[in-house]
């Protein structure tokens, strides 16, 4: 592996050309994005020359899609004509089934490896892309089932997966989409809903100055941009309502039970939660 | 103001004599607790001596009163024979209207200062105490209208709010109960409703290894024990109950909205809340 087109140079795009750096790739990094997009990469070293697609494509080893849902859905088909069969296409989109069967159905050449690394950060653009993004994070990848460790790119690209610090797991495109929608795209929703019921609330001008820190990090989810989040909403919008049911559900009880003082077992389930989140930490007393 | 006594020496009270060491107070401190819990504060320097009520309170020019709300309401009544007529009360309860009508219907001896410091860590004991804790926090307080700025000894505490490195902001107890309910009641609802549904779905115990930061973040508050909430909810369930509909009114919309695109207004209004809490920050592009 000589040369990786990365499509879409932000935060995810450029972090990644920055961590395949620091982990020892020394082959060629072409940017494929907006200029202006492009001149950021290219000034904080993620890539090392700027081209058109219909350039950069025929010359890559790998071509690394780290667009939006909706840009990386338009590239598909427009990767048949240009891409090696030798090829490896990945992404980074935040869904999976409607992006891996756009390739089923538009890429009979080249190898595409369906992928979501679980990093990011509110800021945006390759002015914040950093090596270690990855370091520590899931890396889920949904190969198709005949790909599954028998093609040596797979593999290849695995290895790399782990050299920059993240764990690869792999899933079927429809299991990715269930679990996403209940560990990333409920958070978002959940503090998007709180965020903007406190700004609807008459006296929301005084909530800052009276605010600790746990509403600061309750709504960090809330700075998120609906130019992001709504590709991933229309992609994945049946598993995300299943998991906004039970929340919805969930704060009808409470409200139920407040006068009660019955809320002790959903305390009790959410302390279970997310007491299994941090295994690492010392078992919070209460 | 040469001695004060703290009762109920954990988390808030511990932290609390530490922070008035810290600010240069020299009389001495009582701790009246549990002995498990006043050995604790007397390892960490929090108290110099430990006594019980009816020994500490005599002596006392401040009684601070840190234990949950349900203890706080229990402890006033039994303050009345004890306290000194010139002596200051003050509380760290996370509810204001019932503590202030304990106070004003038991006490006729001393002044009482409803206080509560926005302030809080999910560990807790006096083991976890920091001299630090209520730095850059706002330290709310809802004096008797005829206390506010006139009575000498709540210019004195305020002095020492500020002196700890805290923010205080007066109000009454009704709107203290009202913004706590969004700010903190809300967020934290919000969250033990969503580990618990989590924690409810079939396949919850293959979250942790594909999470990300956002849901860590976004169950912290879900770490909290029922032990100190349950008396929260118990005394402002109205508040909370307001602000718990708009939130589920929220989710409903949102899950009309889902398949339609058009969550579009709630991510903005939520950006809108969420920019405004983190003045100090960059504004994220996105």
Redesign the interface.
């Known amino acids: 592996m000589q040369c990786v087109a990365i499509v879409g140079t932000g935060l995810i795009g450029a972090s990644f050309g920055l961590a395949l750096k620091a982990a020892g790739f020394n082959g060629s990094i072409l940017g494929v994005s907006s200029p202006a997009a492009a001149a950021e990469a290219l000034e904080c070293g993620a890539i090392d020359e700027v081209l058109p697609l219909e350039a950069a494509v025929p010359q890559a080893d790998w071509v690394f899609l780290a667009q939006t849902i909706s840009r990386i859905l338009e590239t598909i088909p427009r990767l048949e004509p240009l891409v090696r069969p030798t090829a490896l296409i990945t992404d980074a989109g935040s869904t999976k089934r409607r992006i891996v069967a756009r390739a089923q159905a538009h890429l009979s050449r080249g190898l595409f490896l369906g992928a979501h690394p679980?990093?990011?950060k509110?800021?945006?653009?390759a002015r914040a892309a950093e090596a270690t993004l990855f370091a520590g994070?899931?890396y889920?990848l949904t190969p198709e089932p005949a790909a599954t460790g028998a093609d040596p790119r797979v593999a290849e690209f695995v290895g790399w997966v782990r050299a920059i610090g993240a764990?690869p797991?792999v899933l079927t495109p429809e299991r990715h989409d269930?679990?996403?929608a209940?560990?990333?795209h409920?958070?978002?929703?959940?503090?998007?809903?709180?965020?903007?019921?406190?700004?609807?609330?008459p006296?929301?001008a005084?909530?800052?100055?009276?605010?600790?820190?746990?509403?600061?990090?309750?709504?960090?989810?809330?700075?998120?941009?609906?130019?992001?989040?709504?590709d991933i909403?229309?992609t994945n919008?049946d598993s995300?309502?299943a998991?906004?049911?039970?929340?919805?559900?969930?704060?009808?009880r409470?409200?139920a039970s407040?006068?009660a003082?019955s809320?002790?077992p959903?305390?009790?389930?959410?302390?279970?939660?997310?007491?299994?989140?941090?295994?690492s930490d010392?078992p919070?007393?209460?």
Request: net charge neutral; with cysteine; charged share 20%.
């Open positions: 679980m990093a990011g509110e800021a945006r653009g994070r899931p889920l764990r797991i269930r679990l996403v209940a560990v990333s409920l958070p978002q929703l959940a503090s998007t809903a709180m965020a903007a019921a406190l700004e609807q609330m006296d929301h005084e909530f800052p100055a009276v605010a600790g820190p746990g509403l600061v990090d309750s709504t960090r989810l809330a700075l998120s941009s609906f130019e992001v989040w709504g909403l229309a919008a995300i309502d998991c906004l049911a039970m929340l919805e559900a969930n704060i009808a409470l409200r407040l006068r003082a809320l002790e959903d305390f009790n389930l959410a302390n279970r939660f997310a007491r299994r989140l941090r295994p010392q919070a007393e209460g």
